[in-house]
């Protein structure tokens, strides 16, 4: 399989590389590369962006810088172009390969030298570039997932949103004398919310649902009960959209925290 056809193939995600950063690798490399992302379904684009990656998996971006061969003669180039891309993603990491202890010493100089807050960005310090790049694509995909187990537990807390609403509203519909379950799910289909219900005409009841003249000559006298009782229909609703935000907000500022560790450095690098 050509480069061609590995920068095409469909997948579950996609992969932006940086042209000019693709020019400065072996073509070797390069061709590792979209093999290892063909194999992991990941889909390679070849764009002018301003990180050397850019990975879209799960709905979320992940930014990566990635310096295949750590030279201390270029570290401030690295570090002001980390310190300018950091502001623009949310989520950026460097990944550098340090495949000796010298190139090790000298990385952690630079860090500690530049003042690097840490986390942000993370550093991923790696003994190659091929275990470079397998890193990236790890961080990508475990970020992917995370972003998509956020979605799923939304999905469910807007399901229990939607149950406790409904089991308010045939309270409310029911506490009518003589409207029973099949009555109020009748009414929710056919004409909507508790206030619609109220403001409907004994006329419009009649031709919208199965009610007999007598349920909906009740239903109408009721008004000031279903108006009531929409009261406290939304004050249960404000709670419920209470806990969702603070759903979120716990989802948002409650992350998990991995160690990495390099073969040549003592010190773990937090990726936030």
């Given amino acids: 399989m050509n480069l061609a056809d590995l920068a095409s193939a469909p997948g579950s995600g996609v992969c932006m590389m940086n042209t000019s950063w693709r020019d400065e690798q072996h073509p070797s ?24 990656f850019i990975f879209n998996n799960g709905g979320l971006s992940v930014a990566f810088i990635f310096v295949t061969n750590w030279n201390c003669d270029h570290a401030s180039a690295v570090f002001g172009r980390m310190e300018k891309l950091r502001r623009q993603f949310g989520h950026l990491y460097v990944v550098v390969s340090v495949p000796t202890m010298e190139q090790n010493d000298s990385f952690n100089r630079s860090y500690f030298k530049y003042a690097v807050e840490l986390g942000a960005p993370t550093f991923v310090p790696v003994r190659d570039p091929e275990m470079g790049f397998e890193k990236i694509v790890k961080i990508a995909h475990a970020r992917g997932v995370c972003k998509r187990q956020d979605a799923v537990s939304m999905m469910k807390l807007e399901r229990e949103q939607a149950v406790q609403r409904m089991d308010c509203f045939l309270k409310v519909v029911t506490s009518i004398p003589g409207i029973d379950n099949h009555d109020a799910n009748a009414l929710a289909q056919a004409i909507g919310s508790v206030e619609d219900i109220a403001k409907a005409s004994k ?16 239903i109408v006298r009721s008004c000031f009960i279903l108006n009531f009782s929409l009261k406290l229909v939304n004050i249960v609703s404000g709670a419920v959209d209470g806990l969702k935000k603070d759903a979120e907000s716990s989802e948002e500022n409650s992350e998990p925290i991995t160690y990495v560790q390099t073969q040549y450095t003592t010190s773990d690098v937090i990726l936030q």
């Fill in 29 to 52: 490399f390069i061709h590792f590369i979209s093999s290892f992302l063909s194999a992991n379904s990941y889909r390679l684009n070849f764009l002018p962006i301003a990180p050397d």
């Fill in 203 to 218: 006329g419009f009841i009649l031709e919208s649902t199965d009610l007999s003249m007598d349920k909906a000559e009740m």
